[in-house]
């Protein structure tokens, strides 16, 4: 298998342990994996040299919450919440409506074009949820779909009680046949905990379902309001909590005091025009926080996990360092992969050879230079992202 050294690194950031950034480094990959990280003066004899010519190298990003599996489009409920509408849970039947209606290979089409989308933008492991069907074989081809297109699968049935169907009954579907038909497809199960969704008994009840299942836990809590949310997944030992924009101080306390991860969704926060999530005060609280697109047509249509970085750093107030290691290592974590032989968001000898390029010496252009895509290449499992779907400005190399 052919080596490959990658040299004339402006700045490598590995965020393996408790490192970030280091200068003058080099790295080879070798078989998928990295194979050597060292002084770029006294590199390994590899088949191939790569110099990136004094741009920044990373870890591809990890997306650890979206919702790719969708048919339709709210932008006209968009406009409208930019209008002073506020935004309510109901929404999502919209896009139930036209999820049912489409056929797998709409779905699957509408997800590798949001999937090639984000990789060509840095992102190169993806989380991505069901949630739009909420009957049984939508949902159930939703979960297949999303494993043809998604690293990891989460099966969120209770996103909504649909209509037609009393709560009592919907729940009994979604921890019956519903889960039995996902299984096969996916490792979490997710629970939206709102007002206007599930209260905390019925999405604990969701929660438990799943476990038994043999499916790790994540819920969205604490979006639209006070709620029990955190509370909950830090009771059950979720995996993340995910959107976090109204925190109580035993929400704090609970979360420093866990394994879970709080995961902040910047671009959500702006598009539903609730108060950013607290990420500077959960980091200063010693929380783990990551950071994600939550992509989706209703609250946050976008793949742009740079964009969610910069707001991160210009509106959230963490440092560079702290919201690239949160959409990297921080992801992996509150997937369940920032450790061992199949752990991402992180660049280590060993470990998956998935990286990029930035047109950039340092990380730091990603919040200096808001709104400029500047990732100029891509590494999946070592082998580079074909051009179609990787942007390349700049001199080429
Ligand atoms: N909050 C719940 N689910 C999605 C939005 C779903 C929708 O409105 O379509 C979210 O994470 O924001
Ligand atoms: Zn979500």
Redesign the pocket.
């Known amino acids: 298998m052919t080596s490959e050294l990658i040299t004339d690194i402006g700045e490598l950031s590995t965020f393996a342990d408790h490192e970030n950034r280091r200068a003058k480094a080099a790295l080879v990959i070798e078989n998928g994996r990295i194979a050597w990280i060292g002084d770029a003066e006294h590199p390994p004899v590899a088949d191939v040299r790569t110099s990136v010519g004094g741009r920044a190298v990373l870890p591809g990003w990890v997306d650890s919450h979206s919702?790719l599996v969708f048919a339709g489009d709210r932008s006209a409920e968009f406009e409208a919440r930019m209008a002073g509408t506020k935004y309510a849970?109901g929404?999502?039947a919209t896009?139930v409506n036209a999820t049912r209606a489409a056929t797998d290979a709409q779905l699957e089409s509408n997800l590798r074009a949001l999937r090639d989308e984000a990789r060509a933008q840095g992102t190169t492991f993806l989380e991505t949820k069901t949630g739009y069907g909420l009957d049984v074989e939508t949902e159930r081809r939703s979960a297949e779909i999303a494993s043809r297109g998604a690293d990891v699968v989460t099966f969120l049935g209770a996103?909504l009680v649909p209509e037609g169907i009393s709560a009592r009954d919907y729940l009994d579907l979604v921890t019956g046949p519903m889960l039995a038909a996902v299984t096969p497809w996916v490792s979490f199960i997710d629970v939206?905990c709102?007002r206007g969704a599930f209260d905390v008994e019925q999405s604990r009840e969701v929660l438990l379902a799943g476990r038994a299942a043999g499916l790790g836990l994540r819920v969205?809590g604490n979006?639209l309001g006070h709620g029990g949310g955190v509370a909950l997944a830090v009771e059950l030992g979720a995996a993340s909590v995910d959107?976090c924009n109204y925190l109580s101080p035993a929400d704090f306390d609970a979360l420093a005091g866990s394994d879970t991860v709080a995961t902040v969704?910047p671009a959500?926060d702006l598009s539903t025009r609730e108060p950013l999530a607290p990420a500077r005060a959960l980091l200063d609280a010693g929380v783990t926080v990551a950071i994600a697109t939550?992509c989706?047509?209703?609250?946050?249509y976008t793949t742009s996990m740079q964009f969610c970085i910069a707001t991160a750093v210009l509106q959230m107030h963490l440092t560079v360092e702290e919201a690239v290691r949160a959409a990297t290592r921080g992801g992996a974590r509150a997937l369940g992969r920032d450790s061992g032989a199949d752990a991402v968001g992180s660049l280590r000898v060993g470990g998956r050879a998935d990286l990029q390029v930035l047109d950039a010496p340092s990380i730091s252009h990603i919040a200096y230079r808001p709104g400029v895509p500047l990732t100029a290449a891509t590494w999946l499992l070592g082998q580079r992202v074909p051009p179609a779907v990787t942007r390349v400005a700049g001199a080429a190399f």
């Open positions: 919702h849970a929404g999502i896009t996103h939206f709102e969205h979006q959107h969704l959500c939550n989706n047509p209703g609250t946050s």
